[in-house]
C-alpha cells in the first residue's frame, strides 16, 4: 500500500530475513529509489525518518539475498502477492482498526485513575506542593497503581485516587524506585464499592518503532484524555530536568509526538491490543514531544511487590551513555572491536561508555573514568552464586556478557547487590579489566529528615551529588529546606552541614546528636558550604530554636513488600533508624501514610545570664534571685506535646556572690564609633541597629526578615523607638546590635496604631547597672526636639519650624501672617520670606548600615533642602498591610537610602528617617518599593512619655483618611466666592495646631463657619507661622469599615471646620480627637465623682469631633465620634490546616472598608490542606459547617472537636465580599493545630525568674487537642491525642528566633 502522508500505521519489522525500504520521489514517470537493507529493529528508528523525509514509498521484504524490486502500483501489486508473511503494511487504519481501538480503551479506561498528591514537606528534590498526576491498576486484588516516581516523590505525601466512576480512595505510597521514574500506590480494594477495575498488563518487549499507541490520562487536568502517536524511537536518552531535580539515567527513554502536558504524569502507553507498552513521564515544552520510560525494570519490580520480595537496586554510582560507533571510532574504539559486536549484536548501533562518576563512589574507588567504552560484565563465581545462583531467571547470568544496552546493565547490577562484578572495558584502545563493589541504591537514598526551627535536614542523596559531583557519604548534613531557624544566619537550601559548636557532623544522626546538646535559643557556630562548591566553607553562628515551630524526627515505615528498605537507615551510620514501636503521631490507625513522627528528645535548660559586680547585689537581690531560681525550677515548656522540666541553677550562697567576677569583667563591653562630625558624635551612643524576624506571615507583612536603625529614647526603661517598616507587628524575635560588638535581646513594647512608628524595650541589667555613668556598654538617651524645646511656638508647630528652617532659596514661596512686621534688617518678614532669603540651619541625617555578618557602620548626610508633605500616596496594597496615612513629614531632598534620625545643630534629634513601605504599579504589576521621609520628633515624645511612666497610649481617630484639595478645586464643588476668599486670606500653616489656626481665622472666614467655636486659647500675638500656598483644604478619601465615619461620612466630602475652626493639616484633626477625648474623659470622670453614691454603672465617656463638610454644594454639619486605639497588634494567631489564622489587620478595614469580623487567612503553608483545597490568603471565613464564625474564639469552638481525616465546610469570603463554599480535609499528622497567643500580662525585664535574657516570655505556643463529639459513625483516632502538652512559652530573641 502507498505511504500516507501522516505516515501513520507504520510499523516494525522483527526477522531475523533482510528487510527492503524502497521509496519513491517525484512523479510516476520520474521515480528515484533508495535502498536501506535492514536486518533488526534498531534500525527502524532512522528508517522512519527516511520514509517522512522521502515522500510516499511502499515496503518490502525478502527472505533471500536479492529482494523484490518494485516499480509502479502493478509491480507493488505483484510483489505484495509474493512477500512472506511478515510483510508491513503501511497506511491508514481501516474502520476494524477504529472500532478495535474503540473495544480496547473502553475495557482499559476504568483501570486508569487520576491521582491527587500533596507532598507535605521538601525532601530531596521534592518541593512540598499539591499536584495531579495520572496511574493505572496493575493488580486489582491487591491494589496496586503505577506511576511515575515524581508523582509518589521521595518524602512524604498524602494521595488519593479519583476512578472514572467518580469514586476517591485514599492512597498508601509502596514503593519509590532510588533512580528509575516510576513508583507505586496501594488502595484497599474494599473501598472500591461501585467499579470492578480491569488489570492493565505489562508487556515491555511489545515496543517497537512505528507502534501505533494510545496515551490515556489525566492530561491537562482534565480526568481523562486520550491522546495518540507513534513510536519514532526507542534510544532516546533520559531527559534531564535540571541541576537541583530528580534526572533519570542509566536507561533509554521511547519517544512519540502525543502532546502530553502536565498532570498525564503516570499515563499508561498502549498497543492496539490494550497491553501496556510505556510508562508516561515527561514532554518537551513547546512542542508535541513526548517521553516514555520502558517497562524492562519497572515488570520486574512490580512482580516482585506482587510477591512481597524486596525490591534490589544496584549501582557503581556510575552513569553511563549510549554512544553511536561513529563517535565511539573518534575516542578510540577499534574497528576490529565494532565488527565484533556488531556480529553479536547484528541490531546495536553502538555501545554503553561512562559519562561521569560520583567522586569515591564504587565505580571512581576502582579506577573508572569517563571516556571507558563498556564491553562486558561478570559476577564472580562466589558472588554469582550467592546473588543470583537461587533464581531460576538468572540462571547462567555469573559468567562474561556482552553488555551493550541499559537492560543488561541494569539487570546486573540489580542482581549482584552487595556483590563484586568484574567489567572489562576500552580505554583509548586498550583493554582493562576491573573488579568492583555493587552498592545499595536504598542504602544511599535518604529515608528520614529531622525538622527543626522550620528547616528541613537529611542526608545527601544519590541524586544530589550526582548532579553535584560530590560523594556521597560523609559530606555533611543536606539542608534541603532553609526555614526560619537558618534564615537569620543566611544559610540557604542546598547547603551542606559539616559542623556544630566544633563537632563534625556527617551524617544526620551526628547532627541531631549535637543539636539535643544545646538549649534552645543557644547561640552556636556552625561550618557550613554549599554543595555545588566542594572547595570553600563558611562560619556562621546559629540561634537553636525549639520555640516556634516542632522540633521532630520524621522517617519512612519499612513495608513489607519493600523488605530492601533496611538497608537504607542503616547506610553509614546516616539515618540513625527510629523503632517503629516508639511513640509517633502518625498512629496505627492512620493507614495512609508510611512515614512516622517523632519528637526528639528535651534540650538542656538555657544557662542563665551573667549577674552585676558584687558592690551592686544586696541581701535581699540574693534573696529574689533565690526566688528567681526557684521559679525557674518550676517552669516548663514543651516541644510538639512533651513537657521539658527546667533544671533551677543552685541557689545564691555569699561565698558564690564573693566569688562573682565583677560587673567589668563579666559583663560584655563595646565600642562606639566617635564620629566623623558633630552631628554623628551626638548620636552615636543614642543609634542601635534592630534587627527582626517574623516565625509567622501575618499582618499581609511583606516579608519575615527586617532591619533597620532605632534610637534610644530611655535608658532606664530600656525604650528604642523605630519604624513599623522595621517591626511590622509584635510576633517576632528582636536583636539589637549595640555598638561594634554587642547584640542583645529586645521586645516589642507599643506599634502605633496610626503612624510608622514602633517602641521597643531592652532589658538595661545586660549592659549594666549603676545609674547615669554606670554602665559598661555607654548607652545614652537621645534628646528629641520637642514643646520642651520651643515652648513659645508650641508642639504642633514643630514642623513649621523644620520646614522653614530647609527653605530653598528661591524656590517654593513660603508666605507668613504678619507680614508687616520688619525684622532686624529693617525688612518685613513676608517680604524676605517670598524672595526666599531665610537664613537655613544645618541638619544631618545620621544612620547606621552593616549587617550582622559585616557589622555597622555609622554614616550621616547633610541637607540642604526639605519640604512639608503629606507623605507618599496610599494605595489599596495587595495582600492589605499598613500603610501610612494622614502625616505630614519632611521630605528631605538629597537624603539617605536608609533610615536614621534627623539631627539639628545643637545634636537634637529633630525626627526619625523612617523607611515607609509602599506598593507602587509598574506596567500593571505590583511592586514592594520604600520610600525614606523624617516623622518630626513631636510624635515620637507623644508616643514614648506615657511608656516611660508605665503607661499605654491611646490615640483617637475618626476612621477616615483624608486627601488634600485645592481651592479651585472646591470652587467647582459649590464653596461660595466669599469663603474661598477668607480661607485666601487668613488660611493658618499646614502645620499649626488647631490653637494656632483659631487664632489665625479671619473675621470672614469665622462668619462662614456656622459651628459654635471650640474654648482653646487664641495664639499669642506675634507668633508668625509659615503658610502654604496655593491654599487647600482637606478631602475625604476613603472611610475605614467598621467606624462611624462610614455611616456619618461620604467619600468626596470636603471638610470645611473643625469644632468651628478651618482646618488645613493632618495633624490638626488628630489633636482635636484627642482633646475632645480627653475632655469627655474628664467629664466623664467629673459625673463618676458627683454620682458616687449611685448603684449603676456610668456609660463609659464618648467622645465626638463636630465637623462642617461640603457636600453635594451644601454645607453639612454632622458630629462623628471618635474611636480609641491602642497598640496595633495582632494578639492571637492559630495554626490550623496549614493555614495562619488570625484577627482581620486594621489595614483590611481601612484600605477595603471591610468590616473587622470573621477569620482571616494570613497565610498558608505549601503542602497543607489550606493550600491544597483552596483556602486562599486574605480571605475571610465566616461559617464552619454552617456555625458562624465572628472571631477566632468562634472559630475554635467551631472546630475543636475535629480530628484526623474529618472534612470541614468552610463559608469564605473574599476582599470584595464574594462568598464560596468549600471543604477541607484535614491533616493532624502533619499539619497539626497549635494556638500562639501573647500573654495578657507579660513579665517585665526585671520581674521574672531567670532574670536578664532567660526573662522575655511574651508568646506561647500550645497544641489544641481535638475534644469528643459524639458521632453517628465511629472516627478514627486522632493522631494528636497522643499529646496533650501544655502551653509553649516563646521566649525573645535570646532563646528563640522564629
Known amino acids: ?152 516523590q521521595s518524602g512524604p505525601v498524602l494521595a488519593e485516587a479519583l476512578f472514572q466512576n467518580h469514586e476517591e480512595v485514599p492512597l498508601r505510597a509502596v514503593y519509590r524506585d532510588p533512580v528509575h521514574d516510576f513508583g507505586l500506590f496501594q488502595f484497599d480494594p474494599k473501598n472500591l464499592r461501585h467499579l470492578k477495575v480491569p488489570e492493565l498488563p505489562l508487556h515491555p518487549e511489545l515496543a517497537k518503532v512505528g507502534l501505533d499507541i494510545r496515551v490515556m490520562g489525566n492530561n491537562a487536568g482534565e480526568k481523562l484524555a486520550i491522546l495518540s502517536g507513534t513510536l519514532a524511537r526507542l534510544d532516546r536518552g533520559a531527559p534531564n530536568y535540571g541541576r537541583n531535580s530528580f534526572n533519570d539515567h542509566n536507561t533509554f527513554y521511547f519517544q512519540a509526538a502525543s502532546n502530553t502536558s502536565g498532570g498525564s504524569s503516570g499515563s499508561p502507553v498502549i498497543n492496539s491490543d490494550g497491553k501496556v507498552v510505556a510508562l508516561n513521564a515527561a514532554g518537551m515544552v513547546g512542542t508535541a514531544s513526548s517521553y516514555y520510560l520502558p517497562l524492562d525494570r519497572v515488570k520486574r519490580a512490580v512482580d516482585l511487590i506482587r510477591r512481597g520480595e524486596p525490591v534490589s537496586r544496584g549501582t557503581l554510582q556510575t552513569t553511563f ?78 559468567g562474561k556478557r556482552l553488555v551493550t544496552l541499559f537492560p543488561d546493565l541494569e539487570e546486573i547490577l540489580d542482581d549482584a547487590v552487595g556483590g563484586v562484578v568484574a567489567l572489562e572495558v576500552l580505554r583509548g584502545g586498550k583493554l582493562l579489566r576491573i573488579q568492583t563493589l555493587v ?94 562548591n566542594r572547595h570553600q566553607s563558611a562560619l556562621t553562628r546559629v540561634r537553636v530554636d525549639r520555640t516556634w ?97 527546667q533544671q533551677p541553677p543552685p541557689p545564691l550562697s555569699t561565698s558564690t556572690i564573693s566569688t562573682m567576677p565583677t560587673a567589668s569583667s563579666s559583663l560584655p563591653k563595646t565600642r562606639f564609633p566617635p564620629g566623623a562630625n558633630k552631628a554623628e558624635a551626638a ?147 513676608g517680604e524676605e520670606a517670598r524672595q526666599g532669603n531665610t537664613k537655613t540651619k544645618k541638619y544631618t541625617i545620621v544612620g547606621l548600615q552593616g549587617n550582622k555578618r559585616t557589622g555597622t ?62 506598593q507602587m504599579n509598574s506596567g500593571g504589576r505590583l511592586q514592594n518599593v520604600q520610600a525614606f521621609q523624617a516623622i518630626p520628633a513631636e510624635l515620637l515624645s507623644e508616643l514614648v512619655e506615657p511608656l516611660a511612666r508605665g503607661e499605654q497610649p491611646a490615640f483617637h481617630t475618626l476612621g477616615v483618611e483624608f486627601e488634600y484639595v485645592g481651592l479651585s478645586q472646591v470652587r467647582g464643588m459649590g464653596l461660595d466666592d466669599a469663603t474661598i476668599a477668607a480661607l485666601e486670606a487668613g488660611l493658618p500653616s499646614s502645620s499649626s495646631s488647631s490653637a494656632s489656626s483659631a487664632a489665625a481665622s479671619s473675621s470672614s472666614a469665622e462668619a462662614a463657619a456656622p459651628l459654635p467655636p471650640s474654648n482653646t486659647a487664641p495664639e499669642a500675638e506675634g507668633d508668625s507661622q509659615p503658610l502654604p500656598w496655593p491654599p487647600r483644604l482637606l478631602g475625604i478619601k476613603r472611610r475605614w469599615g467598621g467606624y462611624p465615619a462610614q455611616k456619618l461620612l461620604e467619600d468626596g466630602d470636603v471638610v470645611l471646620s473643625v469644632e468651628g475652626r478651618p482646618v488645613h493639616s493632618f495633624r490638626q484633626i488628630e489633636v482635636a480627637c484627642a482633646a475632645n477625648a480627653a475632655k469627655a474623659t474628664k467629664d466623664a470622670a467629673a459625673a463618676a465623682a458627683s454620682g458616687a453614691g449611685a448603684t449603676t454603672t456610668p456609660p463609659p465617656p464618648k467622645s465626638e469631633v463636630a465637623l462642617e463638610v461640603l457636600r453635594g454644594g451644601e ?61 486562599n490568603p486574605t480571605s475571610r471565613i465566616v461559617e464552619v459547617d454552617g456555625v458562624s464564625t465572628p472571631s477566632l474564639d468562634a472559630f475554635m469552638a467551631a472546630t475543636k472537636h475535629k480530628k484526623h481525616g474529618d472534612s470541614v465546610r468552610l463559608k ?20 497539626p493545630t497549635y494556638e500562639v497567643g501573647r500573654c495578657t500580662s507579660p513579665p517585665s525585664w526585671n520581674s521574672g525568674s531567670g532574670g536578664g535574657a532567660g526573662n522575655k516570655y511574651t508568646w506561647r505556643r500550645s497544641l489544641v487537642t481535638p475534644t469528643q463529639k459524639t458521632s453517628h459513625r465511629q472516627l478514627p483516632s486522632s493522631p494528636s491525642s497522643l499529646f496533650s502538652p501544655p502551653p509553649l512559652l516563646l521566649q525573645a530573641p535570646s532563646s528563640a528566633m522564629r
Not at 524502497?22 to 512523479?27: A, I, K, N, Q, W
Request: net charge positive.
Open 1 to 152: 500500500k502507498r505511504l500516507s502522508a501522516r505516515s501513520r500505521g507504520i510499523a516494525s519489522v522483527t526477522t531475523k530475513a533482510t528487510a527492503t525500504i524502497v521509496t519513491s520521489r517525484g512523479g510516476a514517470n520520474s521515480r528515484k529509489w533508495q535502498r536501506f537493507p535492514h536486518s533488526g529493529e534498531n534500525e527502524w528508528s532512522r528508517v522512519t525518518a527516511a520514509l517522512v523525509a522521502g515522500g510516499l514509498g511502499v515496503v518490502a521484504a525478502s527472505s533471500g539475498n536479492n529482494p523484490a524490486w518494485l516499480d509502479g502500483d502493478t509491480n507493488a501489486a505483484a510483489a505484495a502477492a509474493t512477500t512472506p508473511s511478515f510483510t508491513v503494511e503501511v497506511g491508514e487504519p481501516s474502520r476494524s482498526d477504529s472500532a478495535r481501538w474503540e473495544s480496547v480503551l473502553e475495557k482499559c479506561i476504568p483501570g486508569v485513575v487520576s491521582i491527587k498528591v500533596n507532598a507535605t514537606r521538601s525532601f530531596d528534590t521534592s518541593a512540598p506542593g499539591a499536584s495531579q498526576a495520572t496511574g493505572f491498576v496493575v493488580d486489582a486484588k491487591q491494589g496496586l497503581v503505577l506511576t511515575n516516581r515524581h508523582v509518589v
Open 321 to 398: 551513555e549510549y554512544r553511536p560507533f561513529n563517535e565511539l571510532a573518534r575516542v578510540g574504539l577499534p574497528s576490529q572491536v565494532e565488527a565484533a559486536v556488531r556480529a553479536r549484536n547484528p541490531g546495536g548501533v553502538g555501545m554503553l561508555c561512562v559519562s561521569s562518576l560520583v567522586p569515591e563512589g564504587p565505580g571512581h574507588r576502582a579506577g573508572l573514568q569517563p571516556g571507558d567504552v563498556l564491553l562486558s560484565m561478570a559476577a564472580p563465581a562466589a558472588a554469582a552464586a550467592a546473588v543470583v545462583g537461587n533464581n531460576a531467571n538468572n540462571k547462567g547470568k555469573g
Open 439 to 532: 552498592q545499595d541504591l536504598h542504602a544511599i537514598t535518604p529515608a528520614s529528615f529531622l525538622e527543626m526551627g522550620e528547616s528541613v535536614f537529611h542526608d545527601l542523596s544519590y541524586h544530589q551529588a550526582r548532579n553535584h559531583a560530590c560523594p556521597v557519604e560523609g559530606q555533611g548534613v543536606y539542608v534541603c529546606q532553609a526555614g526560619y531557624m537558618l534564615r537569620e544566619a543566611g544559610v540557604t537550601a542546598g547547603s551542606l552541614i559539616l559542623s556544630v559548636d566544633g563537632a563534625a557532623t556527617p551524617t544526620l544522626a551526628h547532627l541531631q546528636k549535637a543539636l539535643e546538646k544545646l538549649p534552645d535559643g543557644q547561640e552556636v557556630a556552625v561550618r557550613v558550604r554549599h554543595v555545588s
Open 549 to 645: 515551630f516542632p522540633t521532630q524526627r520524621v522517617e519512612r515505615l519499612e513495608v513489607a513488600t519493600n523488605k530492601s528498605s533496611k538497608s537504607s537507615s542503616s547506610s553509614s551510620g546516616s539515618s540513625g533508624s527510629l523503632s517503629q514501636a516508639s511513640p509517633c503521631q502518625a498512629s496505627p490507625s492512620d493507614a495512609l501514610s508510611d512515614w512516622a513522627v517523632t519528637p526528639c528528645a528535651s534540650p538542656p535548660p538555657l544557662p542563665p545570664p551573667p549577674l552585676p559586680s558584687v558592690s551592686s547585689v544586696s541581701a535581699s537581690q540574693t534573696r529574689q534571685t533565690n526566688a528567681a531560681a526557684a521559679a525557674a525550677a518550676t517552669t516548663t515548656s514543651s516541644n510538639n506535646g512533651y513537657v521539658r522540666q
Open 683 to 829: 548620636v552615636a551612643q543614642s543609634l542601635v541597629q534592630v534587627h527582626f524576624n517574623m516565625p509567622y506571615m501575618i499582618d499581609g507583612t511583606v516579608g519575615s526578615q527586617f532591619s533597620g536603625t532605632g534610637v534610644v529614647v530611655d535608658t532606664a526603661k530600656g525604650l528604642v523607638v523605630v519604624d513599623r517598616n522595621t517591626v511590622p507587628s509584635s510576633l517576632g524575635d528582636v536583636r539589637l546590635s549595640v555598638g561594634s560588638s554587642l547584640e542583645i535581646p529586645g521586645k516589642v513594647e507599643y506599634i502605633h496604631p496610626l503612624h510608622n512608628l514602633a517602641v521597643l524595650s531592652y532589658d538595661p541589667s545586660l549592659l549594666g547597672s549603676g545609674g547615669e555613668g554606670g554602665q559598661v556598654v555607654p548607652l545614652k538617651a537621645a534628646t528629641l526636639v520637642s514643646s520642651s524645646s520651643s515652648p513659645k511656638k508650641g508642639a504642633a508647630s514643630l514642623l513649621a519650624d523644620l520646614e522653614n528652617d530647609f527653605v530653598k532659596g528661591g524656590s517654593g514661596a513660603v508666605f507668613k501672617k504678619n507680614a508687616k512686621k520688619e525684622n532686624k534688617n529693617g525688612s518685613a518678614d
Open 857 to 918: 557602620q555609622l554614616v550621616s548626610k547633610a541637607v540642604t533642602s526639605a519640604s512639608v508633605s503629606h507623605g507618599q500616596p496610599v494605595g489599596l496594597s495587595h495582600p492589605p498591610r499598613f500603610q501610612d496615612a494622614n502625616l505630614e513629614v519632611l521630605a528631605l531632598e538629597g537624603g539617605m537610602q536608609s533610615d536614621g534620625v534627623v539631627v539639628d545643630p545643637q545634636g537634637r534629634v529633630a525626627g526619625l528617617y523612617a523607611s515607609f513601605s509602599l
Open 1115 to 1175: 454645607r453639612v454639619a454632622v458630629r462623628v465620634g471618635t474611636v480609641a486605639l491602642g497598640s496595633d497588634e495582632t494578639t492571637k494567631v492559630l495554626m490550623w490546616g496549614g493555614a495562619v489564622l488570625q484577627k482581620p489587620p486594621q489595614a483590611v478595614a481601612r484600605q477595603r472598608g471591610v468590616d473587622c469580623s470573621g477569620v482571616y487567612v494570613a497565610a498558608n503553608h505549601r503542602g497543607s490542606p489550606a493550600g491544597k483545597y483552596g483556602l
Open 1212 to 1231: 469564605q469570603e473574599d476582599l470584595r465580599g464574594v462568598s464560596t463554599v468549600s471543604a477541607l480535609k484535614l491533616d493532624m499528622t502533619y499539619w
